[in-house]
């Protein structure tokens, strides 16, 4: 049988251990057929890892590059995405841990995400009257962001373009070609609403522009962030496991390969 | 037009654990049930392979779609409310299972103090003890009548658990034993062993083992795959209302579960409830479901928000205290009374934080409800303290000590290194009933369907923060003990206010019960005292809210509703007069 075969390679060898320890768990706890339980135990996860083949391998530099072939689905002016680009990449650079946002493609991630249900606030409640302007003693009532009229769109439309307008206001330059130092003294005063945006703070952009960038990295790489799972790699976080019964008492770390949810699911 | 359906003999809103425990006793009885649930239909098919933080944590899949409905939310009555927009703020329940699919499987009991907490503070400590704003009152039952209840629900549930060694009395041990011990819940344990604390292990509805209901239902043995908390499970093995009581109640043939009906109102002629009014979403059509009674299972909001659009029972005015509907609003709020705590750094341990399950964990009870002698104390009521390795995630999981930038290179070297390098305790503590803390309906915001939104008012009191402090405090010297190398430890300012998230579903009041008319909207049955096939069932019936996640007691008194609604429904009238002569 296939799935007996030695493993090949280092990732192979960690998902093969894995299976075993799951194999062994049920085994001993002779899980309850009649249960409703869906595929996964079953059908999915004990076979479906190694019957795909060349799943595992590497990804070598040219399909770096396919992956790159990405288009972008919200942004229209390319200088947009380049400010975005840049200004994602200063919230979590490239550096000695690791590939930074823009190689973990963070920008087509956050892209992919305006272009959908939550770039125009699908699930939220949008019925006006809007309270853009908050009373300043009750700075707890919600942010601005989520009472303005604006959708996380327009917040990251308008937001890009205040940081380069800045940027050619402060230092006669745009600002993905502004230096390192100027790139972080711009973000800092939007950070710190030292910056006038119309309709919301400028924190409410940072803050938008950070947790988004910080989902690039670290969800699922379907997402199109989080290429070839290096977030999880840095983070040492092993992704979609579909168990850890084997390990949860045991002292030592586990440091595993991790999983996507396109190895989980096996297609 | 309302287009009327043909009479059915119960009828429910929501099909959370409470709308299915009811479902389950009546179908079982043999009556014909309706549930009317406004999210899709859901089945632990949909839940294999949930392994996907951004979907389920940050975009919220399973919680309510607030473009359709909400809350708005104010700390003071001189405010205007403003709408919780965005689910960040918000994580109720929304489909088939409701917010039972979702949860961790904390699976705590609360106190003998709690159901008796008014005449227990006066007794130990005299009247002048509680608070002038307080509205602290008693449940109208004691622990020991709802024990049996409670052990109902447990084996339900399949609860793994051990003796609590200062917990309340127990008629049965736990259907199952507790989960694995893992080495940070063992340094927490120890660490509160040498400060002469008594930790046991967190009761949880995540399965140590196989397990087989009373009911018949099977419940697999859990992974510890750490996708638990905002995910339905992949393996079966969380008990929710889907495996359990839904479908115990489908396999008798006389459930219907309708999905897509947001229910709109209660039709009745001021006497008795006559049906629901719902719409149809998929087609805008409005339907009337007539029924003998009417059970709204719907959570703390909808449950208060049908009350009062219903115009059923008298509302309660904040400015004279009278009137009922809408009082004693209470819950586990973010930055006051959970989520607080100690964070602690290590330099030379890594721990296994990426693995868990919901419920994994440790606790102590020294602090608990009325555990401390509190004649010295600035504050009533307690909290409980608690390890808990449910498994972090990457991208909600970017902790760094204190003083570390938010963002950029030392951000980034400082979250890798300590994302397995940090544990976390929180004290989740109680929130006592104030006047001016409580629900009515908004003069402003409509739902997607014109209905007027429930607005919210939650003042903190003097009290809560003190509680909350001290509990914070506790957190520390046990990290202390745990030995971080450092700590962030949460700040209570002295002014610190509501922050309009209503996020851990702790949430109480609104028609709360007791043994007098006078004081309650329902009695310990959670019958209405004004409509007598009418039940309310659900953390709404609870008066206060104690330090303990609240499931395990919203189990136990659905199952108590349940007796109320077969004694009702075989002899009518009001059923808490006919059980306790019967117990007589
Ligand atoms: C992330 C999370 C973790 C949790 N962890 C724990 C824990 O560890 N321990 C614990 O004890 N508790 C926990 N809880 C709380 C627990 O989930 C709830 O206490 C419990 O599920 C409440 O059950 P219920 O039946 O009263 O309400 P719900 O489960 O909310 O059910 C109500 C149902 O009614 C439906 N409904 C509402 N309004 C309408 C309407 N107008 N028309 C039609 N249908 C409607 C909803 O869609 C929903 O399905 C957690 C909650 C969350 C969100
Ligand atoms: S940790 Fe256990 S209960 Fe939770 S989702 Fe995984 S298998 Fe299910």
């Known amino acids: 049988m296939e799935e007996n075969r030695p493993p090949r390679t280092a ?257 | 037009m309302v287009k009327k359906l043909e009479k059915v003999d119960a009828v429910i809103v929501g099909s959370g654990w409470t709308g299915g425990i009811a479902a389950a006793e009546l179908t079982k009885a043999g009556y014909k049930v309706v549930i009317l649930e406004r999210g899709q239909d859901k089945k632990h098919e949909d839940f294999v392979g949930t392994k996907d933080e951004l979907r389920y944590s940050k975009r919220y899949d399973l919680m309510q779609d607030l473009s359709k409905t909400t809350m708005t939310s104010r700390n003071s009555i001189n405010k205007e409310a403003i709408p919780v927009r965005n689910n960040s703020n918000a994580r109720l329940g929304n489909h088939t299972g409701g917010a039972g699919n979702h949860w961790n499987g904390m699976a705590f009991r609360w106190l003998p103090y709690d159901f008796e907490i008014y005449s227990k503070t006066v007794e130990r400590y005299g009247k002048d003890k509680i608070p002038k704003e307080s509205t602290m009152q008693d449940w109208g039952i004691t622990y020991d009548e709802l024990e049996p209840y409670y052990d109902q629900y447990e084996k339900t549930a399949g609860i793994s658990g051990e003796e609590n060694p200062i917990g309340p009395p127990r008629s049965d041990k736990y259907p199952n034993p507790p989960m694995k011990d893992t080495p940070t819940i063992k340094l927490f344990s120890k660490a509160t062993k040498e400060l002469g604390y008594h930790p046991y292990r967190i009761p949880s509805a995540n399965m140590s083992q196989n397990y087989e209901n009373p009911d018949g239902e099977k419940i697999n043995g859990c992974v510890y795959c750490a996708f638990c908390e905002e995910y339905g499970c992949d393996f079966g093995a969380k008990a929710d209302p889907i495996g359990t009581v839904l479908s115990t109640a489908s396999k008798t043939g006389n459930l219907e579960i309708r999905n897509s009906a947001n229910v709109n109102r209660v039709s009745h002629d001021g006497k008795k409830a006559t049906g629901l009014v719902y719409t149809d979403i998929t087609t805008g059509q409005e339907f009337e479901q007539p029924a003998d009674i009417v059970v709204l299972a719907g959570f703390v909001f909808t449950n208060t928000q049908l009350l009062l659009t219903s115009k059923i029972g008298q509302p309660y005015n904040p400015k004279t205290g009278q009137g009922i509907i809408g009082k004693n609003f209470t819950g586990h709020f973010n930055n006051l009374s959970t989520y607080i705590g100690a964070r602690g750094f ?94 009515d309906l908004d003069p402003t915001y409509k739902d997607a369907l014109g209905n007027p939104l429930l607005r919210v008012t939650v003042t903190y009191s003097q009290q809560d923060r003190n509680r909350a402090k001290a509990g914070v405090a506790r957190c520390e010297e046990i990290m202390k003990q745990m030995g971080a190398d450092s700590m962030n430890v949460t700040e209570v300012k002295d002014d610190i206010e509501f922050d309009h998230k209503f996020y851990t579903d702790h949430f109480f009041g609104g028609a709360i019960m007791g043994a007098d008319p006078a004081t309650s909207a329902v009695n310990t049955y959670s019958q209405m005292w004004d409509m007598d096939n009418l039940f309310v069932v659900g953390g709404s019936s609870f008066p206060h809210n104690s330090n303990y996640n609240p499931t395990v007691t919203i189990g136990a008194f659905a199952y108590r509703a349940a007796e109320g609604m077969l004694t009702y429904l075989k002899e009518g009238g009001n059923v808490a007069e006919k059980l306790l002569e019967k117990n007589a």
């Open chain 2, 346 to 439: 290590f330099e030379e341990k890594k721990f296994n934080n990426f693995m868990g399950t919901g419920g994994l964990g440790a606790s102590i009870d020294d602090f608990s409800g009325d555990n401390e002698d509190h004649t010295n104390l600035d504050y009533l009521h307690g909290y409980e303290v608690h390890y808990s390795q449910l498994g972090t995630r990457p991208i909600a999981h970017n902790e760094v000590p204190e003083g570390t930038p938010r963002w950029g290179k030392e951000f980034k070297k400082q979250s890798l290194k300590y994302f397995n390098r940090n544990l976390f305790i929180t004290a989740q503590s109680g929130f006592l009933p104030n006047k001016e803390t409580y629900m």
């Open chain 1, 11 to 267: 990732k192979e060898a960690a998902q093969h251990q894995q299976d075993m320890s799951r194999r062994k768990f049920l085994k001993n706890s002779g899980v309850l057929a009649g249960g409703l339980v869906g595929g996964s135990l079953f059908g999915g996860l004990i076979t479906n890892r190694f019957d795909k083949k060349d799943e595992k391998k590497v990804v070598n530099k040219k399909e770096h590059e396919a992956m790159s072939m990405e288009a972008r689905q919200f942004f229209t002016r390319a200088h947009d995405f380049d400010v975005l680009s840049a200004a994602t990449e200063q919230i979590l650079p490239e550096d000695e841990h690791g590939p930074g946002a823009i190689k973990l493609g963070v920008p087509y991630y956050i892209d992919k995400q305006l272009a959908g249900r939550w770039g125009i606030n699908g699930r939220d409640y949008r019925h006006s009257p809007y309270a853009v302007k908050l009373e300043d003693n009750d700075k707890s009532a919600g942010t601005a962001g989520e009472q303005s009229i604006l959708d996380r769109g327009d917040l990251f439309l308008l937001g890009l373009r205040s940081l380069d307008d800045e940027s050619q206001k402060r230092f006669s330059t745009a600002f993905d070609s502004a230096t390192e130092d100027q790139q972080i003294e711009l973000l800092t005063d939007f950070e710190n609403d030292k910056v006038a945006m119309r309709g919301v703070q400028a924190s409410e952009f940072f803050n938008l522009l950070l947790q988004s960038t910080l989902e690039g990295a670290y969800s699922d790489p379907q997402y199109g962030g989080n290429r070839n799972m290096e977030g999880w790699k840095m983070k040492e976080f092993p992704g979609a496991q579909a168990s850890y019964a084997g390990y949860i008492e045991q002292d030592e770390f586990q440091k595993l390969e991790p999983v996507s949810l396109r190895d989980y699911q096996g297609h």
